[in-house]
């Protein structure tokens, strides 16, 4: 059987710039792929061509073994394909609520508020107004309601306080658990690689890992190195700021 | 003076719609679109070509109107396919383009004269103490408040508005939750273009009725809608029927009648330069 989401060979440009470079990865259902690297590695460059925020350059992607890498994103989407954006991307003038009907019927809804409790209360407000916490968990929730098969999670911990990052990343687990493949982008490397299945550690466009997360968690110079390697200041691509 | 305010409500009505419909696709495609209204004058001739063919006005009405609609549907299908990712500027460029090729077109097919476009209801009329009220002017304001209404009750109470309010709000966040971008964008030009058409229909039996000037009913529209603030469609609605009225009233008075066809300018400059000193206009928007 055909892994859930398979990358082989990808590259993907930016304004002409190569920022992912001949990727490979295999992320199964049930598991926790995490993903890291250091600020411009291209991790949310990845991402997006997955979910088809823009084309790719070269390689394929395959969900269920179907290509998907020309398919439209809101096609791949249906087929079962969830991204995360970096950056909490509710709709700020739409309800809680509203936010979650988006994704799916309000009878499908149940989901969200069992996985996030305090979203509850916050049912009627307007998303622009809730905490950044509340509002990660809503794009999160926003998912979630849509049952995906593949979740792509970008940076969730963006912002939060320390105790938010700590729930956030147990209720991850639990959705690797009830069968959904996650690839899970973050920036605290010890919280993700602790609910981890595997890891790729991408450093400028390239994968310089590829593990479990166990070997990578018992040896930090590994991951140091790889995150030392992203900092080299020499022919960096052009840092424009802002991903 | 109530009889001619209240001949001013079918122009005020059309203003009114096209005021909605142009406010309609500024929040939902994201664009200013001075096309809508030439679809609606494009759809109108369709109605009234047809009617002078023999076609009963029961059948033209709802012909032209579906012209209007397919070919507002057109100018979506265009948006959605080669300008998914473009900015306001360039898609409202777009619409000015196709707007002046439909001019040259239809300037050809339907000729530069005006019209006589039937009126909806011949005739019929009532006297409401001492004030002639007819059917015409009634229809007008229920229309556009029925219409309004519509819109707003499809925009807040129903999952498909809550889906291209977020269309609108983000377009890539929204088709990533599987929101058919493409087929809401159609949708969207196609109510435009439907409601665009009522206007010149209701309008043109009460005035001047060439091509070119049914197309400018573009310019009392934009001037509700900006009354609106581009958002709100009861305060579109009122500016659009306030507009017709006020205009109606201006025949009464020699000295501004021949200007009164300025008087949506005059409105539009008005409210820039009081919203660019209030600074009001950031929030509405
Ligand atoms: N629109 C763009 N045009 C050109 N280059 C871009 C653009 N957006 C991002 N980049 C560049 O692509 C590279 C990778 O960016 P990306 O956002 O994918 O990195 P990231 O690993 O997600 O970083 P972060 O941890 O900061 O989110 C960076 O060097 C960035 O400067
Ligand atoms: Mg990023």
């Known amino acids: 059987m055909s892994p859930l989401l398979e990358i082989t060979g990808l590259n993907v440009a930016r304004s002409g710039f190569e920022i992912v470079n001949n990727v490979d990865l295999v992320a199964p259902a049930g598991e926790v792929t995490v993903l890291l690297g250091s600020n411009g590695a291209g991790k949310t460059t990845l991402l997006e061509a997955v979910s088809g925020v823009i084309p790719c350059a070269a390689g394929s992607v395959s969900l269920e073994g179907e290509y998907i890498t020309s398919m439209r994103r809101g096609k791949r989407a249906r087929r079962g394909l969830a991204h995360v954006e970096q950056g909490r991307t509710v709709f700020p003038e739409l309800t809680t609520e509203e936010n979650l009907l988006v994704a799916a019927p309000k009878t499908a809804l149940g989901p969200a508020f069992d996985l996030f409790p305090s979203l509850e209360k916050r049912r009627h407000v307007k998303s622009g107004l809730l905490s950044g916490g509340e509002q990660q968990m809503l794009v999160l929730a926003r998912a979630i309601v849509g049952s995906p098969k593949m979740l792509l999670l970008d940076e969730i911990s963006l912002g939060l306080a320390p105790v938010i990052i700590q729930d956030l990343m147990p209720v ?20 993700a690689l602790d609910i981890g299945d595997s890891a790729l550690v991408l450093s400028r466009g390239k994968v310089v890992f590829n593990g479990s997360c166990e070997k990578l968690r018992s040896s930090p110079e590994l991951l140091q190195g790889a995150y030392l390697a992203g900092a080299d200041p020499e022919d960096e691509p052009a840092q424009t700021g802002g991903s | 003076m109530l009889d001619s305010a209240l001949s001013g409500l079918p122009s005020g009505g059309a203003y009114a719609l096209v005021g909605v419909a142009v406010v309609l696709l500024y929040r939902l495609a994201g664009v200013m679109s001075i096309a809508v209204s030439v679809f609606g004058a494009f759809g109108a001739f369709v109605m009234v070509a047809s009617f002078d063919r023999g076609l009963s006005l029961g059948l033209a009405v709802p012909l032209g109107i579906v012209a209007g609609a397919v070919l507002s549907a057109a100018m979506g299908l265009v948006m959605a396919w080669l300008f998914p990712d473009s900015d306001a500027i360039t898609r409202s460029v777009v619409t000015i383009g196709m707007a002046i090729t439909l001019l040259a077109v239809s300037s050809r097919l339907f000729g530069d004269t005006p019209r006589s476009f039937p009126p909806l209801f011949p005739g019929s009329s009532f006297t409401v103490s001492g004030v002639v009220v007819t059917a015409t002017n009634v229809l007008a304001v229920v229309l556009a408040i029925v219409l ?51 206007a010149p229909i209701l309008a043109a039996p009460t005035r001047q009725a060439d091509f070119t000037s049914l197309s400018l009913l ?31 009233l201006a025949v009464r008075w020699e ?15 008005v409210v820039l330069m009081w919203a660019q000193r209030a600074e009001v206009w950031d929030d509405a928007r």
């Not at chain 2, 529209?221 to 500016?239: C, D, I, P």
């Not at chain 2, 000295?255 to 400059?269: E, G, K, Q, W």
């Open chain 2, 218 to 248: 573009v310019v009392p529209g934009l001037a509700a809608a900006l009354l609106g603030a581009f958002r709100s469609f009861t305060l579109t609605v009122l500016a659009g029927l306030g507009i017709g009225v006020l205009e109606a």
């Open chain 1, 172 to 191: 991850v687990r639990r959705l690797a658990d009830s069968g959904i493949g996650v690839l899970l982008v973050e920036q605290f490397a010890e919280l």
């Open chain 2, 148 to 198: 309004a209404g519509a819109l707003w009750l499809l925009l807040h109470s129903t999952r498909i508005g809550v889906r291209m309010m977020a269309m609108s709000s983000r377009p890539v966040s929204a088709e990533l939750l599987g929101v058919p971008l493409g087929l809401y964008t159609v949708a969207v030009w196609a109510t435009g273009g439907a409601v665009a058409t009522i």
């Open chain 2, 255 to 269: 000295a501004i009648s021949t200007y009164r066809n300025a008087l949506p300018f005059l409105v539009i400059l």
